[in-house]
């Protein structure tokens, strides 16, 4: 099952987080890590008040794969370049099953969401109903329905969503779709949360 890491990161020293973001896809890239996401300007804000500064959103074989590198001894020099000049969340979800593959293409577009449920019945009928719409734009789950697990930071999600689709525009079609008002409706009743759109990388 792919697991994906996200990262919400604030640079406080531009000069020492670029010599960290040079040496960093070396590191991932030895344990298969592939960015989706990654950069700043990448995202804007959907529902809520989340807006990142700088996005990450990378996909792994599985969770034990991504904290063979994020525990490796290479990366934790790295993680310490990283600290000291940034501050930000990082986690790792574990991705849907069946098991579903990140697009290649750099052009796919996200929506990110982080939703606490508060009317499991009425959310029950969103999330039955919601598959189908995502589907007919061409759209599919990367993640859904976990919490992650916190490898630094404060947020601590309640319920993860991460949505590919071909492109951004085509991210926003869905989201402002007819067929996708309704349910939209149902799910802003019986939960609260933030969304984001995330320009792939």
């Known amino acids: 099952?792919?697991?994906?890491?996200?990262?919400?990161?604030?640079?406080?020293?531009?000069?020492?987080?670029?010599?960290?973001?040079?040496?960093?896809?070396?590191?991932?890239?030895?344990?298969g890590g592939r960015y989706l996401v990654r950069g700043p300007d990448k995202c804007e804000p959907c529902e809520g008040d989340w807006?990142?500064?700088?996005?990450?959103?990378?996909?792994?074989?599985?969770?034990?794969?991504v904290k063979s590198w994020y525990y490796s001894d290479e990366y934790k020099e790295l993680t310490k370049l990283r600290q000291s000049a940034s501050t930000g969340t990082l986690l790792v979800a574990e991705g849907v099953e069946p098991h579903s593959q990140?697009?290649?293409?750099?052009?796919?577009?996200?929506?990110?969401g982080d939703i606490e449920v508060t009317d499991l019945d009425t959310y029950s009928q969103y999330a039955a109903g919601v598959p189908g719409t995502v589907a007919a734009f061409g759209g599919k789950y990367l993640v859904r329905g976990v919490s992650g697990k916190v490898l630094e930071g404060g947020w601590t999600p309640k319920r993860l969503v991460v949505l590919e689709f071909e492109s951004i525009q085509r991210a926003k079609e869905w989201y402002n779709s007819p067929e996708y008002a309704d349910l939209k409706k149902i799910r802003q009743s019986a939960?609260?949360?933030?969304?984001i759109f995330a320009d792939g990388a």
């Open 102 to 112: 990140g697009s290649e293409s750099g052009k796919a577009g996200y929506i990110v």
């Open 191 to 195: 939960s609260n949360g933030n969304l």
């Open 51 to 65: 807006n990142p500064r700088r996005f990450v959103l990378a996909e792994y074989k599985d969770v034990e794969t």
């Open 1 to 31: 099952m792919s697991a994906y890491v996200i990262g919400d990161i604030n640079v406080t020293n531009p000069e020492t987080f670029a010599e960290y973001a040079g040496r960093v896809p070396a590191s991932s890239g030895a344990y």
